[in-house]
C-alpha cells in the first residue's frame, strides 16, 4: 500500500472515530468528554496522516456535528475549542511532561490557550448569540458566581489534567501506529541481471597494446606490461 492511500485511509478511520464521538455528545446525557476524545482523533489524523489531512478532518467533524446538534454550546465547544486544541497539540506533540522544560512550555501555552478559548465560548454564549441556543446553564451559574473568572478556573482545572493525559496517551498511541513509509518499488528481475550484465561488460573491458598485452587490466599495469614485451624481445632477439 502507497503512503499517500494509508495516510488517506488514517485520517477516514480518524474522522470516522471523531463523528461517533460527537454523536456521543450530542445524543446522549454526557458532557462535554466525547469531544475531548474527538480532538484526540484529529490530531492522530495530522499526525499520521497531513496537516492538511487533519484540517479536512477537524471541519467534516464540525459540519457533521452542527447537522447532530445544531448551535448548541457543545457545537460551539468543538468549533472554538476542542478542534482547533487537536490541531495545535499536533505542533505541540514534541514537547510532553516528562521533562522540565518541554513540561512548563507545554503548560504555559495550553493555559494559554484554554483560557483564551473558553473566555470566547463564555462571550459568545453570553452575549453574541444567546438567544435560542441550549447549554447555557453552566454560564449562568458562572455569571452569579463571578462570570468568566469563575469559569476560566473551572476550565483550567479539568482542562489541563486532561492536556497532562493527552500528551501521554498520544506517546503510547503513536507507538502502536507506525507513520506510513514510502516503499521503493523494486526493479523487475530483467532489468537488474542486465545491469549486472552491463557492469560486467564494462570490468571486463580490456586494452592491449601494439604487442597483444593488456593495458591498465587486471594482470598488471603499464609499468608490468612494458617490462613483460621487453623481456620477450630480447628473448627472440638472443634466439636469432
Known sequence: MRA???????????????????????????????????AFCIFLACKRGSLAYGLLCAAATIGLMFLMSG????????????????VLTYFMHKFNYFKVKSGILRGAVMLVFFNVTV????????????????????????????????LAVLATAILMPLDFIFSTLSIVVLKKIPAPVTRLKKPPISDVKN???ASDTANDKVEYDIFGYEINGAHGDKENDKEQSENINNDDNNDI
Open 119 to 150: 473566555g470566547v465560548v463564555y462571550i459568545v454564549t453570553t452575549r453574541v448569540i444567546g438567544v435560542g441556543i441550549d447549554g447555557l446553564d453552566l454560564a449562568e451559574w458562572a455569571n452569579m458566581l463571578g462570570g468568566y473568572v469563575v
Open 4 to 38: 499517500s492511500t494509508q495516510k488517506l485511509t488514517t485520517a477516514a478511520v480518524c474522522t470516522a472515530l471523531a463523528v461517533i464521538m460527537c454523536a456521543m455528545t450530542a445524543y446522549l446525557p454526557l458532557s462535554f468528554m466525547p469531544l475531548f476524545l474527538a
Open 195 to 197: 545491469e549486472d550484465k
Open 71 to 86: 448551535l448548541s454550546a457543545k457545537w460551539l465547544a468543538l468549533v472554538l475549542v476542542f478542534a482547533p486544541y487537536g
